[in-house]
Every structure is written in structure tokens, then in C-alpha cells.
């Protein structure tokens, strides 16, 4: 209840936000439900909020994997930064396009899994594509891109350009949440292009 009110409050100030209560705990352990926690995993989570998905991952996690998780509202991540402390989390206040160099300072190479919750549909066209092709160059060959959206997607949302990047790009849908959600598993391999440039002439 008072997890709605914080996302009620940032909700109508910040539109990036786009969702008025965290994503139910059912739907998050059936989205974590697609990582595999055997062994040291470096996973990033783009849009953490107020933690649904931090707290599921940390309770799965090896001691010697790492989290990073990259949030844009400054509320939520004072929020996280209040919650139990774990050596395995760092927390930062800034854009999933900038992942390359918060792994630089990190110190971390490539990512296993990158989890994102962030709103594709409300991104620009060119911030989209600079998200997506950074995940790619952020993930080790092997690993995997898990996007989960409001099942509403168009496929100009995230699907075609996802397609684009990674090729491998399956989708579940997930109905343990309201709304339901899909779920987007884009795996990196050899023979992904890895890039997605804009169309010419595409107005920003
Ligand atoms: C729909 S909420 C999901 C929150 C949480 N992961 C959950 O499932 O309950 C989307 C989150 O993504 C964050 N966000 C939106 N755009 C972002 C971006 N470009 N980089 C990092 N975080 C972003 C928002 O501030 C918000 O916390």
C-alpha cells in the first residue's frame, strides 16, 4: 500500500516512472525464473524502482555475484539506497544508455543479464536505440537481455527494434501481474548484428 503511494507520488511528476505500483511478487518470480543463479552472474537491472525485482534477484544471487542497478528517478534511488545493505548492490542514479561506463567504473566487464523494467514506449526513438545497443555491447556472447513491459506493446515499441539487435528475441507473456506483462528474452550470439541505426531522414 505504501509502495503505491510512492509510485502514485513519482508517477505524476516524473512520466518515466509509468506504472502506479511495483510489479506484483508472483510476476517477478516467474520473469527471475528465466536466469539461472548456479554460479557467479553479473546482472544489471535498468529501472529498479523501489526494489521488486533487486530484492528477488539479491535472495537468489551467489555470494560473489554482483548487482548493478541503474535507476533514473532520484526518489527511488534514495529509496534503495535505504534498504539492506549488500555488498553484492550498487546502486546508481543515472540512464540505462550509460551502462558502459558504469561498468568501467565498476571495474566489471560484461553482463550475464541485463533485467530491464524501463518504459520503451515512452523513449524516443534515438534514446531506444543508444538503450538497446549498449545492452548488446554490454552483455557477454551468451548472455541475456530480459525486458518485461505492460503486455500492450505495439512491435515498433520494442520488438522490432529488439529484432534488430539481437535477432534471438523470444516473448512470453507473464498474466501473474496486473496488468499481465510480456516478456522479452533476446539472447546475444554469435551472429548478432548488434547495431540498430536510424532510419535517414528520422525525425527526432
Ligand atoms: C514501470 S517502473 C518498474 C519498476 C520496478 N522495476 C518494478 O517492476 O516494480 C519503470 C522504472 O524505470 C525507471 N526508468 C525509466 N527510464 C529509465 C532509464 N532510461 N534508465 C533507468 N531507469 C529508468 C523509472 O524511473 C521506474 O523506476
Redesign the pocket.
Known amino acids: 500500500m505504501i509502495e503505491t503511494f510512492i509510485?502514485l507520488k513519482?508517477f505524476i511528476t516524473?512520466k518515466?516512472?509509468?506504472?502506479i505500483?511495483?510489479?506484483f511478487r508472483s510476476a517477478?518470480e516467474k520473469v527471475c525464473g528465466k536466469i539461472d543463479f548456479n554460479d557467479r552472474r553479473l546482472i544489471v537491472?535498468?529501472?529498479?524502482?523501489?526494489?521488486?525485482?533487486?530484492v528477488n534477484l539479491l535472495n537468489n544471487m551467489t555470494g560473489n555475484s554482483r548487482l548493478i542497478a541503474?535507476?533514473?528517478?532520484p526518489n527511488?534511488c534514495r529509496i534503495l539506497e535505504k534498504g539492506p545493505l549488500d555488498p553484492r548492490l550498487k546502486i546508481f542514479n543515472?540512464?540505462?544508455?550509460n551502462v558502459l561506463d558504469i561498468l568501467k567504473a565498476c571495474e566489471e566487464a560484461e553482463a550475464d543479464y541485463i533485467i530491464s523494467?524501463?518504459?520503451f514506449s515512452?523513449?524516443s526513438l534515438e534514446?531506444k536505440l543508444r538503450?538497446l545497443n549498449t545492452a548488446y555491447s554490454a552483455l557477454k556472447e551468451g548472455g541475456k537481455f530480459l525486458a518485461?513491459q505492460?503486455f500492450f506493446q505495439l512491435p515498433e515499441f520494442l520488438k522490432n527494434h529488439l529484432e534488430n539487435v539481437f535477432q534471438n528475441v523470444r516473448a512470453q507473456y507473464v498474466f501473474q501481474s496486473f496488468p499481465p506483462l510480456v516478456v522479452f528474452e533476446a539472447l546475444k550470439s554469435n551472429g548478432n548484428s548488434g547495431t540498430c541505426r536510424l532510419p535517414e531522414g528520422t525525425a527526432l
Open positions: 509510485y513519482n516524473d518515466y516512472v509509468a506504472s505500483t511495483p510489479t517477478v537491472e535498468y529501472g529498479p524502482g523501489t526494489g521488486a525485482f533487486t541503474i535507476e533514473r528517478n527511488f543515472d540512464c540505462a544508455g523494467g524501463i518504459p515512452l523513449l534514446t538503450i518485461y505492460n
